[in-house]
């Protein structure tokens, strides 16, 4: 990476704590807006698109963006901090890391060492799709397309990031190593090139359709299946179907995160459904039945004991959502609420009244017993 002195951030124009998909954008805007196909001719729009890909090229990998928020572009020159170079003319390559980089040097043989260090980096990036389902597709499932803009890989080079009919040749920051050394207190830390990304070549005449990376974005349409049972928080992955990585390097996941819609008869707690149910005052005081809709397509009839009292819950058993790749269904809890009627016919009034005149008191106990209360705490 050149050694340039301007800030990466101002000149992608996004704020120092822009996440992935913010960087990309800006990047995306400013190329497309300096791009030489559309300035033929102007060295200054040129220029910043040189400048553009440099920046995104550096803040789009993690650890190179990690470097260079601590060190700015000194992270990227040798003998960064007086560190100095080691290795027989490698390039001392500063201090990168933390206490994990020393580890990694130490016991590198046992951990995976710089080389799967280094594959982990070129792996595309993990991409997520937020989905949106009802409930009565997260009891079911269903099978349903999806189409997302993805980095795939490039089909004028075939991944490889090259002009058809070039190739590539030796790094010379790191003469083929893939890796740069830098003392850090009584160690050396090796960590990957920066130049060449780890690779240990650099391509001399990128690829005019991806610009040298491999990879190109374009829509895809992907198949995905929901289970029954899916919950607001289940993620599902498909595997390989995240960003292409760089030139020919293994592919990213794609993570599905499910966001199941509010219901209008049903709240959700798990594997349990929960109903608010009203009853009229009479089928309160008698007794009777309701039916309630099952998400399966039949019907759920549910007792009303004589007596029953608003907030009482009544459990149905097996008749909530599934259980997620397991068997069977959580529960029905319908929590009773007794109406009180607001328009009575002249008939209703009068048996109502009739009613009133014969009540003794034991009719509401609880009421009774309030009441009780009230004239032994106040004598009145």
Partial sequence: MAATQFDYYQTLEVSRDADGSMLKSAYR?????????????????????????????????????????????EAFTQGMNGGGGFG???????????????????????????????QRQRRGADLRYDMQVTLEEAF??????IEIEVSQSCDTCDGSGATPGTGERQCNLCHGRGAVRAKQGLFVVERP??????????????????????????????????????????????????????????????????????HAVFERE???????????????ALGGSVKIPDLDGSTNEVDIPAGIQSGKQLRVRGAGMPVLQGRGRG??????????????????????????????????????????????????
Avoid: W
């Fill in 270 to 284: 798990g594997t349990t459904l929960a109903a608010r149910i009203p009853v009229s005052f009479t089928t309160a």
């Fill in 140 to 145: 079911d499932g269903k099978s349903t397309e």
């Fill in 331 to 380: 529960d029905l809890v319908v929590e009773i609420k007794v109406e009180t009627p607001t328009k009575l016919s002249r008939r209703q009034k009068e048996i109502l009244e009739e009613f009133r005149e014969t009540e003794t008191g034991d009719e509401c106990p609880e009421s009774k017993g309030f009441f009780s209360k009230i004239k032994d705490v106040f004598g009145t």
């Fill in 193 to 262: 090139c920066p130049t060449c990304g780890g690779r240990g070549a650099v391509i001399e005449d990128p690829c005019g359709d991806c610009r040298g990376e491999g990879r190109v974005d374009r829509a895809q349409t992907l198949e995905v299946d929901i289970p029954p049972g899916v919950d607001t928080g289940t993620r599902i992955r498909l595997s390989g179907k995240g960003e292409a990585g760089q030139r020919g390097s293994p592919p990213g996941d794609l993570y599905i995160f499910i966001h199941v819609k509010d």
């Fill in 88 to 118: 027989g003319g490698q390039g001392g390559q500063g201090d990168f890391g933390d206490i994990g980089d020393i580890f990694e040097t130490i016991f590198g043989s046992a951990f995976g060492g710089a080389g799967a260090s280094r």
């Fill in 29 to 73: 805007k400013l190329a497309m807006k300096y791009h030489p196909d559309r300035n033929p001719g102007d060295a200054e729009a040129e220029a910043k698109f040189k400048a553009c890909n440099e920046a995104y090229e550096c803040l789009k990998d993690p650890q190179k963006r990690a470097a260079y928020d601590r060190y700015g572009h």
